[in-house]
């Protein structure tokens, strides 16, 4: 299990800055007068999550930490380093072959050299 699955509600809110603003948009007047839009602000990454879908400040949170959980599960999952490799002979004498017929071909299309 993950560690940002497994942390509760208020753990993840204290490592958090907790910001309330308005957010206009659809919801009407409601939406517009009050603060319940929320950003949360994840001190120790620096991930920012907004929800401000709901008139609910309450619902909105809970949203905002379900983002701020996906964002911190995400970020876990980093990429292997890539490891450089080299072609191998056998692939390089393969490569160098073609390029001799390929030559060969084009030298054949060639108008003749006059003798003059």
Avoid: Y
Avoid at 20 to 44: C, D, Y
Avoid at 47 to 54: F, G, L, Q
Avoid at 71 to 96: I, M, Y
């Amino acid at each position: 299990m993950s560690a940002a699955k497994s942390r509760s509600d208020e753990a993840l809110l204290a490592e958090c800055t907790v910001e309330t603003f308005r957010a206009g948009g659809p919801g009407g007047q409601h939406q517009n007068k009050t603060e319940s839009a929320v950003r949360l602000t994840h001190r120790p990454t620096g991930i920012v999550v907004t929800a401000r879908e709901s008139r609910s400040q309450h619902r909105n949170r809970a949203r905002a930490l379900d983002r701020l959980r996906a964002a911190l599960r995400e970020r876990e999952h980093t990429r292997r380093p890539r490891r450089p490799t080299k072609p191998t002979r056998a692939s390089r004498e393969e490569r160098l072959e073609k390029k001799r017929r390929r030559s060969l071909t084009k030298r054949q299309r060639r108008r003749p050299e006059s003798d003059e």
